[in-house]
């Protein structure tokens, strides 16, 4: 398996700018995470889906983070406009359902200057 | 909500000797208890955990141990080698069928281990 694939590994953009990120969870996991990671914060839950549906979105920061799962094996965060203080690393992580195991992706990088 | 406690931030050893690092947890109804490896520029990986019916677990020198009556748990890593240097991570979560909080992990700040040859 090639585990949790997320993309881009890297994202420099320019404050103000739309910015995607990717995630293809493991074939077979049906619950799905996104974590943000920074020095200060260290790792926090964004968001989670389970069978695709958002169960708990309480750590979105506010309306400029959204996410979608629009099928089993695809999810997106999308964060516009984006800011300088959301510079950090966004982990993907995906388990399977009744386990609370998590694998992380290798996470993407964003920078915004 | 839940929240897990981690110490120490910062942890030095040389190689050969034991590493501890505790965690603490606030909701008694949390039941499941990882434990992260992360190496610089990857994501956390799951290198051991532990169930709330359970006291301690082992798996070649690592071990952890869990007091319930505390909410506290802990991490050891015998013999350490350079290869352990990394920043590990506790977490707690209450699974359950049908739970809102099912799956979901609140996880420590970390301890940054650094193991000298």
């Known amino acids: 398996d090639a585990g949790v694939i997320q993309s881009p590994r890297h994202e420099v953009t320019e404050m103000g700018q739309e910015v995607t990120l990717r995630c293809k969870p493991i074939s077979g996991h049906n619950s799905l995470f996104w974590y943000r990671q920074t020095m200060m914060r260290g790792l926090e839950l964004l968001i989670y889906?389970?069978?695709?549906?958002?169960?708990?979105d309480s750590g979105m920061p506010e309306d400029r983070f959204s996410a979608k799962m629009p099928n089993a094996s695809f999810s997106t965060l999308k964060i516009q406009p984006s800011e300088p203080r959301d510079s950090a690393v966004y982990f993907c992580?995906?388990?399977?359902?009744?386990?609370?195991?998590?694998?992380f992706g290798s996470g993407t990088r964003l920078t915004v200057v | 909500g839940e929240n897990v406690e981690q110490h120490p931030s910062t942890l030095s050893v040389q190689e050969g000797d034991s590493a501890v690092i505790k965690c603490t947890y606030s909701?008694?109804?949390?039941?499941?208890f990882p434990w992260y490896k992360q190496e610089l520029g990857k994501g956390p990986q799951l290198i051991i955990d532990?169930?709330?019916?359970?006291g301690e677990k082992k798996d070649q020198r690592i071990a952890v141990t869990l007091n319930k009556t505390a909410k506290h748990f802990s991490l050891h890593i015998t013999e350490t080698q350079p290869e352990d240097s990394a920043v590990y991570f506790c977490a707690a979560s209450k699974g359950g069928a049908g739970g809102t909080s099912y799956g979901k992990l609140t996880f420590g700040q970390g301890t940054i281990l650094t193991v000298h040859p």
């Open positions: 889906f389970n069978n695709n549906v958002p169960i708990d």
């Open positions: 909701d008694s109804a949390s039941n499941y």
């Open positions: 532990i169930r709330s019916n359970v």
């Open positions: 992580a995906s388990s399977p359902q009744g386990v609370a195991g998590y694998t």
